[in-house]
Structure formats: structure tokens, C-alpha cells
């Protein structure tokens, strides 16, 4: 079977720190990978996502940057986190050639 | 994609069944509609799809109107543990599979 897995669960950072966010599936091989950002009781923003390794699309303009090294691997990081990066983060993935994303547990980070 | 209108709040009686409508007039035909929900502080959860047909899973049914404007999620008989936000997403599937996900409908189930 398949898992998504993130980490870290919670994270509470500086502003004008750097961020790294991992993100890393198994059970399945080349899946499309996906980056989404949750504020408080809102929707989800799609940030980057990913049709295979080294393959990165932005959706919004930010300071955020996503990379995928491994195949089943996705990394959000920043350089230097403002205040306005708070939120829940999530990963997903999907099997190419069918529609339904499956969601990890996501890391809610604080940006203080 | 097509936009999506979700009232942002309902309520439901344990052990009815629950009605959640979702808006999508501008839905073209080639686009799907899913319905996704989530619990507090987990990632969303994957419900049902759909193009024209009404479908049904173990889960839910989906109710989709003739002219495909609107679509109905039900979930026949809603316990305590379906307390979520529930996303009606419109898109058209494609190999990217990107979604968005707007503010969704949230459902409280109460004793």
C-alpha cells in the first residue's frame, strides 16, 4: 500500500530564518507530487507541484521554492521566512493517469 | 477550472442523512466534479468523482443535475466522525491534476 509521509508535524520559526519541509511517499513510482498551504479556516493554495524528478512548477509568486531530488521525495524550503509563511502545509501525490490526490498529515508551521 | 459555490456552513442530526450542495455552473464538459473533506488538522481526504452520472461508494453518493450546474454530496447516515470541511472541486483531468480547493462547506454532525 501506499503512505505519504511529512515531517516535521509542527514547527515554529523566526522570521528571516530558512525552512526546509520534506515530504517523501511509498509504495508507488513516479507519482505527481504536490505542495499546498492551508491558513486558518481557509481553502487550499496550491503551491508547486511536480510531474517527476527535477520537474518544479510554481503556482503563486512567493519566497518559497520547492525542489524534487528523488523520485518519490519533495522538499519546500525558504531562505528567509516572513511572517505572512504561517500555515498548514500539505503534500500530495497522485498516480498519473487518474484524478484523486492522496494527502499527507501536513506540518503547521508558526512563522513568530 | 471551474469556480465552485459551497454554502461555508451546515448542521446534521446523527444518524441522518446529510445534503451538501455545491454550485458549479460554469462547469464545462470535460471537467469532473470531486468532493473532498477534511478533519481538523488532517489533510484532505479523498470522498467521490464524478463527470454526468450519479455515483455512489462506500463513503458517499454523488448527485449530479442533468444540465451538470450543481451537484449534491450525501452521506446517508452522518455520525460525530464526519464533522469536517468538505471541498467540492470542479476540474478537468489532465496530467498535471492540479485542484483548487476554495473554502469548502463546514459540516457539523451533533447528537
Known amino acids: 500500500s501506499q503512505t505519504i509521509h511529512q515531517w516535521p508535524a509542527t514547527l515554529v520559526q523566526p522570521v528571516g530564518s530558512p525552512l526546509s519541509l520534506e515530504c517523501t511517499v511509498e509504495g508507488t513510482s513516479n507519482p505527481n507530487l504536490y505542495w499546498y498551504r492551508q491558513a486558518a479556516g481557509r481553502g487550499l493554495q496550491l503551491l508547486f507541484y511536480s510531474v517527476g524528478i527535477g520537474q518544479i512548477s510554481s503556482e503563486v509568486p512567493q519566497n518559497l521554492s520547492a525542489s524534487r531530488p528523488q523520485d518519490r521525495q519533495f522538499i519546500l524550503s525558504s531562505k528567509k521566512l516572513l511572517l505572512s509563511d504561517s500555515g498548514f502545509y500539505l503534500c500530495?501525490?497522485?498516480?498519473?493517469?487518474?484524478?484523486?490526490?492522496?494527502f499527507g498529515p501536513g506540518t503547521r508551521l508558526t512563522v513568530l | 477550472d471551474a469556480k465552485t459555490t459551497q454554502p461555508p456552513s451546515m448542521d446534521c442530526a446523527e444518524g441522518r442523512a446529510a445534503n451538501l450542495p455545491c454550485n458549479h455552473s460554469t462547469i464545462s464538459g470535460n471537467e469532473y466534479v470531486y468532493w473532498y473533506r477534511q478533519i481538523h488538522s488532517q489533510g484532505p481526504q479523498y470522498i467521490i468523482h464524478g463527470l454526468k452520472n450519479n455515483e455512489t461508494n462506500e463513503m458517499a453518493s454523488l448527485i449530479i443535475t442533468e444540465d451538470r450546474k450543481s451537484s449534491t454530496l450525501i452521506l446517508p447516515h452522518a455520525t460525530l466522525r464526519d464533522t469536517a470541511v468538505y471541498y467540492c472541486i470542479v476540474r478537468v483531468s489532465t496530467n498535471a491534476g492540479k485542484s483548487t480547493f476554495g473554502d469548502g462547506t463546514t459540516l457539523t454532525v451533533k447528537p
Open positions: 500530495a501525490w497522485r498516480y498519473k493517469g487518474t484524478d484523486t490526490q492522496y
